[in-house]
């Protein structure tokens, strides 16, 4: 099977998210898709879309390794290698640092303001493959505390702990799975929210919740529909244009 770090090397489909085309006619006009990578030491990362750090600080002073060359919209030759220094969207002389808990091979972090907790997260490949990143994979029994975000926004709007983390769990547990869904565009786009659930471990699980004013969705796998008493727990959000409150 290959490895999740060549796809750099290759032109592959659009990923479902960090993912950059670049074209360069003078270069033949080649497309080529970068998954979010950095390459250190011998070692391919990949990007943590799905998590954040429980306590920010945890990421240390110790640095790692630094980016020497970003490739995303610089780089349109197929058959270019990877190296260490390279990064597929961090600029150069971004650093990176040691997170406490983790191997370096583990994970690292790197400083990115417009992330939730101020870091964006690096996975080594082994260690990638391994980590659980689905909704499936949230160990719900283990669940201390949800925090809220509106899309794109880096501080929570709420808070959800003790039994309303249990009945938030119960709401998206009993959603309706409907692999044909199509969101409701009347109003305009969804809100589109951020739900992060955090356990005892120091990573929380972070999955996009939306409302297009019709139906509150989400994609565990299928997109799910889930009963209108989850948006009980968005009211401090603004409300989908044309919602009566």
């Known amino acids: 099977m290959r490895k ?7 032109i592959i489909a659009l990923a479902a998210s960090g993912c950059s085309q670049v074209i360069n006619p ?3 006009g080649a497309v080529l898709d970068w998954v979010d990578f950095i390459k250190l030491n011998g070692i391919s990362y990949r990007g943590l879309y799905s998590n954040v750090l429980k306590d920010p600080d945890d990421v240390t002073d110790q640095i790692v390794g630094e980016v020497q060359f970003k490739v995303a919209d610089v780089v349109s030759n197929p058959k270019y290698k990877t190296k260490d ?5 961090l600029a150069k002389g971004t ?4 997170v406490e808990g983790f191997r ?39 669940v201390e505390q949800i925090q809220l975000y509106v899309q794109g926004e880096i501080r929570p709007f709420r808070i959800l ?17 409907k692999s044909d869904f ?4 009347t109003n305009g786009d969804p809100i589109y929210y951020k739900m992060v659930f955090f356990t005892d471990g120091p990573l929380g699980y972070a999955y996009n919740l939306n409302d297009d004013g019709k139906n509150v969705f989400f994609s565990p796998w299928y997109t799910r529909v889930v ?8 009211e401090p959000a603004d409300l989908h244009p044309g919602m009566e409150e």
Not at 4 to 10: G, I, K, N, Q
Not at 161 to 177: A, K, R, T, Y
């Open 4 to 10: 999740w770090f060549l796809v750099s090397l290759a």
């Open 227 to 234: 009963d209108d008493e989850i948006r009980k727990f968005l």
């Open 182 to 185: 199509t969101p409701d565009r």
């Open 104 to 142: 370096p091979e583990e994970v690292i972090a790197a400083e990115d303001e417009s992330q939730i907790g101020g870091y964006r997260l690096y996975a080594g490949e082994e260690f990638f493959q391994t980590f659980g990143h689905h909704y499936k994979d949230v160990p719900k029994d283990r």
């Open 95 to 98: 650093k990176l640092y040691q």
């Open 85 to 89: 220094g390279d990064a597929a969207f």
């Open 26 to 28: 003078i270069k033949g």
């Open 161 to 177: 702990m003790d039994e309303e983390v249990s009945q938030f769990i119960s709401i998206l547990e009993n959603g309706e799975d």
